[in-house]
C-alpha cells in the first residue's frame, strides 16, 4: 500500500485520499490513516521548486559558498534576504496568551498601517542577524541598509 500511494494517483483526482486508497486497497480508511502516519506520508501536502536555466548557475552557487566557507581576510560575508510589502497591522483587541496545551490567540480584526519592506542580513562570521524596515523598497533602502 505504501509503494501504491507513492507511485501512483487515482484517476479521478491529484492525490490519494484516506477513502480512495481504503476503496483502492480494502483496507479500513483508519488503518490508511495509521499507515501514512506511520510512514510520513503526506499525499494533500506538495512543494514547489525552480531549477535554473542560467548555464553558469553552477560556478556561481560554487563561488557564493565558497566565500561562506572561506571567506577572504577582513571581508565582511553577509547573507542578504528581503521581504517586500510587510502588512503593518495592529489587531483590534489583545489576544489570550499562550498556555499548556492552548496555543496563544488573536482577532481575526485588525487596523491597517500601510506596509512597510523588511531588509534582513546574517553576517557569516559572528551568528550576528541584523535586521531594518523601510516605508519604501528601493535600492537606495538596499544600500542604506547595507551601510
Not at 486508497?21 to 510520513?40: D, K, L, N, Y
Request: hydrophobic share 40%; charged share 20%; net charge positive.
Amino acid at each position: 500500500m505504501v509503494d501504491h500511494v507513492l507511485k501512483s494517483k487515482p484517476t479521478d483526482a491529484s492525490h490519494w485520499s484516506t477513502r480512495q486508497m481504503s476503496r483502492e486497497t480494502g483496507i479500513s480508511p483508519a488503518s490508511v490513516m495509521r499507515i501514512w502516519h506511520a510512514f510520513w506520508i503526506k499525499p494533500h501536502l506538495g512543494k514547489t521548486f525552480k531549477l535554473s536555466t542560467d548555464p553558469l548557475f553552477v560556478d556561481k552557487v560554487q563561488d557564493i559558498v565558497g566565500l561562506y566557507l572561506n571567506p577572504p581576510e577582513r571581508a565582511l560575508v553577509l547573507c542578504v534576504d528581503e521581504k517586500s510589502k510587510v502588512q503593518a497591522l495592529n489587531r483590534t483587541q489583545p489576544g489570550l496568551p499562550l498556555a499548556p496545551g492552548n496555543p496563544a490567540t488573536r482577532t481575526h480584526d485588525y487596523k491597517r498601517h500601510g506596509a512597510t519592506s523588511l531588509f534582513a542580513a546574517l553576517d557569516v562570521a559572528t551568528g550576528e542577524v541584523i535586521g531594518r524596515l523601510y516605508r519604501q523598497h528601493r535600492s537606495v533602502e538596499f544600500l542604506s541598509f547595507l551601510k
